[in-house]
């Protein structure tokens, strides 16, 4: 069966920091990749997705996230964090297969916590 | 602006009750998902559909049921509320088979007692 794991569970950090928020998965063949956020309050929102191409997307807000198929890797990362970005980060995997199922599978998730 | 709508934002019942949650969407999508959020477990998912009265088992079905008679609602039933399903309740649609495009709901607070 397919998981997602965050190994990060709370993350405290201070404005300006760089942010790095770790997702491994455990599928071999085709997925696709998703980091969704959740503000305090609010509902789960997409900040950026892998389908192909280039390993390295970019998403909203100064996100960005690394795909490294041989790591099983697809680790989230901003140079700089502002209080703004206090939220759950949800690491998720759709694995591609012939069924016709689109279903996405969650890791647990990760909090920050930003620091004026 | 398009909407997945949960009917309700908080919900308490008691144990035995029988519970229906209800989601609502309007963007003719053929995917809809139940996942229930708890801190330190992340999103878990209940139970899907793919298309009107088709519904496959997720990682944690036990205890629910769904129904899908219209294309635009998906309910999740819990059929004798226990304690442990006091949770929060996330519904989401979706179109395609690539994953992209969730849409969710705000969500249902449920607290069994």
């Known amino acids: 069966a397919q998981s997602v794991s965050q190994h990060n569970h709370h993350v405290i950090l201070s404005e300006a920091a760089s942010l790095e928020l770790g997702c491994n998965y455990s599928y071999g063949g085709t997925v696709n990749l998703f980091w969704y956020v959740q503000y305090p309050g609010q509902h789960l929102q997409l900040l950026l997705k892998y389908f192909s191409g280039d390993p390295l997307v970019k998403g909203i807000k100064g996100f960005e996230a690394e795909f490294i198929k041989s790591k099983f890797s697809f680790n989230l990362r901003k140079p700089s964090v502002q209080w703004s970005d206090t939220a759950e980060y949800f690491c998720a995997v759709n694995a591609i297969w012939g069924g016709a199922t689109n279903k996405l599978i969650f890791g647990t998730g990760t909090l920050l916590a930003v620091q004026p | 602006d398009v909407k997945v709508t949960q009917s309700s934002r908080y919900l308490v019942k008691r144990t035995g009750e029988k519970v229906f949650l209800e989601c609502v969407q309007d963007?003719?999508?053929?995917?809809m998902f139940w996942y229930r959020q708890d801190p330190g477990l992340g999103l878990r998912l209940i139970y899907f559909s793919y298309d009107v009265k088709m519904k496959e088992k997720g990682d944690i079905p036990e205890g629910y049921s769904v129904s899908r008679e219209k294309k635009e609602r998906f309910s999740l039933i819990l059929e004798s509320a226990s304690t442990n399903q006091t949770s929060m309740y996330l519904c989401?649609?979706?179109?395609?088979?690539?994953?992209?495009?969730?849409?969710f709901g705000s969500g249902t607070r449920l607290t069994v007692v």
């Open positions: 989401a649609s979706s179109t395609g088979r690539t994953g992209y495009g969730y849409t």
């Open positions: 963007m003719d999508h053929e995917n």
